[in-house]
């Protein structure tokens, strides 16, 4: 078990440009989940994956966030355009298949959007 | 709707006394609860889950959580603080389905030498 693996730790950006983050969870969790946290708050969900299938998405992901899971493997969660209130830790955690009613979340460190 | 509340976002406690970290939740149904523990610039790491078969549940560095379903609580306890207990902590409840999960706004614990 090597753990949730995010990449990368950190991103400097400019305003407007696309960026890309990559999420590799535990390998035989099916579900896996996307978060963002801004400084003094707690983690509000983004968006679900049950294998390949992304089965909830927060109204707080706008139209120029997106986020793909092929194969039920890894992750990517692209913004585009960016705007300076994108800037946030974004943390992907994984979860194993749902054989028990309290399966809980296993966390990665999280990537540091900074945009300027 | 679930959510939980965290009742304080701060807490000061000296080295070596007792941690009460407070969580109230609301659902509708039995809810699944978790407390998470986040280090500066690190991810969240799971302390402890309650299951059903047991109100008092034990996490890890010596953290407990009791189950309250008359007073929809779950407060965070240990008798004796370490420094390296500061942190910031999260109350975390699921959704029926166990597929969603709700976070509180956190407590920052301080620990004094």
């Known amino acids: 078990d090597t753990g949730v693996s995010q990449n990368p730790r950190h991103k400097i950006t400019k305003r407007g440009q696309n960026v890309t983050f990559r999420c590799d969870p535990i390998?035989?969790?099916?579900?896996l989940y996307w978060y963002r946290q801004t400084l003094g708050q707690g983690p509000e969900f983004l968006t679900y994956?049950?294998?390949?299938?992304?089965?909830?998405k927060s109204r707080l992901l706008s139209d120029r966030f997106s986020a793909e899971r092929p194969k039920g493997s890894f992750s990517t969660l692209e913004i585009q355009r960016t705007e300076q209130g994108d800037s946030a830790m974004y943390l992907c955690?994984?979860?194993?298949?749902?054989?028990?009613?309290?399966?809980?979340?296993?966390f990665g460190n999280g990537t540091r959007l900074t945009v300027t | 709707a679930q959510s939980v509340t965290q009742l304080d976002s701060h807490v000061s406690v000296s080295e070596g006394t007792p941690v009460l970290l407070r969580c109230n939740y609301s659902?509708?149904?039995?809810?699944?609860l978790f407390w998470y523990v986040q280090h500066p610039n690190k991810g969240l790491q799971l302390l402890l889950k309650?299951?059903?078969?047991?109100?008092l549940v034990k996490g890890i560095n010596g953290f407990e959580a009791e189950f309250k379903k008359s007073e929809t609580s779950f407060h965070l306890t240990k008798p004796s603080a370490h420094m390296s207990d500061a942190a910031e902590y999260f109350c975390?409840?699921?959704?029926?389905?166990?597929?969603?999960?709700?976070f509180g706004t956190g407590t920052s614990l301080t620990v004094i030498p």
């Open positions: 994956f049950q294998n390949e299938a992304q089965l909830e």
């Open positions: 659902s509708s149904y039995s809810p699944s």
């Open positions: 309650y299951t059903s078969a047991a109100t």
């Open positions: 975390v409840v699921t959704t029926n389905t166990g597929n969603q999960f709700y």
């Open positions: 955690a994984s979860s194993p298949p749902r054989s028990s009613y309290n399966s809980p979340l296993h």
């Open positions: 390998s035989e969790h099916n579900r």
